[in-house]
């Protein structure tokens, strides 16, 4: 998705990416939005847990789950994308579906030998990763509920913007704010300090989510004009990164500032002096 986004970014609007094929739609915002990306300072070194490992495992054994309880060929089935289009299902049935069979909070691996009907050497060997081989138990439920709810924020927020109302952006606001909880509750890859600034975000009336991976990193908030984000900006300054350890001697505004969609990245002809 980054990289995608780092091609395909187009000024002014935000853009719907998706895949198979590889596609962008323009996704216009409202003159007023703008948008603040607020670094929480914290770090994870993902490369040494297996935390997003898992969560990829979890998505795929999920999907296989639903796959056989559908009575399809699930071995060839490991995307929820591919699911729903063997299923013919919209977003909002593969929710029900999730909520139908993946009834369990958590899944241990004998029970997942037991429905997969597999020998644990296979299982192991064909359904978990390098790092993830020593787990034993797992959040299916969680993460399929997680993707499935997302994808319909996501259409709703291409929804919205195409109909504008005067209501749009606090719309848009209320969907960044679901998809945080969402991420945190139950892809459950966020961070105290990634929590601590969307709370301080509701405070002031501003949607934010946590960006990228997660574990760490930065928050991106949507607000109602500039003379909000301006507001918002001196509030995180004291409300958080004045006694945060990570922020003593750093320039701030390096770590917390407004920005706007702007044009992805473009090949440069020298000779003509084209923008291709």
Request: charged fraction near 25%; aromatic fraction near 10%; glycine fraction near 4%.
């Given at each position: ?199 301080l975000s509701d405070k002031l009336g501003v949607g934010a989510r946590l960006t990228g991976a997660g574990w760490g990193g930065c928050i991106v908030a949507l607000c109602d004009g500039v003379d909000q984000s301006l507001q918002y900006i001196d ?42």
């Amino acid at each position: 998705m980054d990289q995608a986004i780092a091609f395909l970014a187009k000024q002014g609007t935000a853009q719907f990416i998706e895949w198979n094929p590889l596609k962008a739609t323009p996704v216009h915002l409202p003159n007023n939005a703008v948008f603040v990306i607020a670094n929480s300072l914290s770090e994870a070194n993902k490369a040494a847990t297996s935390d997003f490992n898992q969560r990829v495992v979890e998505c795929r054994l999920a999907c296989r789950f639903l796959a056989k309880k559908m009575q399809l060929n699930w071995r060839d089935i490991w995307r929820f994308a591919d699911l729903q289009k063997a299923l013919n299902y919209s977003l909002e049935e593969m929710e029900t579906l999730t909520n139908t069979y993946l009834t369990q909070l958590v899944y241990t691996r004998q029970e997942l030998l037991e429905m997969f009907e597999m020998e644990r050497d296979d299982f192991v060997e064909n359904l978990l990763t390098a790092n993830t081989r020593q787990s034993e138990v797992f959040k299916l439920r969680q993460r399929a509920l997680h993707v499935f709810q997302e994808s319909i924020r996501v259409k709703t927020f291409v929804e919205v913007a195409q109909s504008p109302t005067d209501g749009t952006i606090h719309l848009m606001k209320k969907l960044m704010r679901q998809s945080h909880e969402s991420l945190r509750s139950l892809y459950e890859c966020s961070h105290p300090n990634l929590d601590q600034l969307v709370e301080l975000s509701d405070k002031l009336g501003v949607g934010a989510r946590l960006t990228g991976a997660g574990w760490g990193g930065c928050i991106v908030a949507l607000c109602d004009g500039v003379d909000q984000s301006l507001q918002y900006i001196d509030y995180l300054k004291d409300a958080y990164y004045a006694d945060l350890a990570q922020a003593q001697g750093r320039n701030l505004e390096e770590v917390v500032f407004a920005t706007s969609p702007q044009r992805g990245a473009e090949i440069y002809l020298e000779k003509s002096g084209v923008i291709g």
